[in-house]
Nanobody
Framework: QVQVVESGGGLVQAGGSLRLSCAAS????????MGWHRQAPGKQRELVAT???????MYVDSVKGRFTISRDNAKNTVYLQMNSLKAEDTAVYYC???????????????WGQGTQVTVSS
């Protein structure tokens, strides 16, 4: 049983910054990878950034150079630092945590509840 809680969304003007946080809690698991997806009104959910437990990162082209994903393995937490925000970044951002259960010797994927990011122009 794993709980995923994310926070950090809000309203910001274009050019501003926000930092999203996502923490996984529970027992008998280890994290394989964490990431962020977003879904804007009228659009399908898209992958924004991912990071493995070893620190390998990937970004969608539209956020490269502006967003930075990082993690704190000891806290089972992932962050998304968003700089130079644009109106097109407005979306609900969802945290994804890919874990391995030591109890079941299997991998599972959990999602956060979503946090709204609104960028005004």
């Amino acid at each position: 049983q794993v709980q995923v809680v994310e926070s950090g969304g809000g309203l910001v003007q274009a050019g501003g910054s926000l930092r999203l946080s996502c923490a996984a809690s529970g027992s008998d698991f280890s994290i394989n990878a964490m990431g962020w997806h977003r879904q804007a009104p009228g659009k399908q959910r898209e992958l924004v950034a991912t990071i493995t437990s070893g620190g390998t990162t990937m970004y969608v082209d539209s956020v490269k150079g502006r967003f930075t994903i990082s993690r704190d393995n000891a806290k089972n937490t992932v962050y998304l630092q968003m700089n130079s925000l644009k109106a097109e970044d407005t979306a609900v951002y969802y945290c994804m945590v890919d874990i391995r259960s030591s109890s079941w010797s299997a991998n599972f994927r959990y999602w956060g509840q979503g946090t709204q990011v609104t960028v005004s122009s």
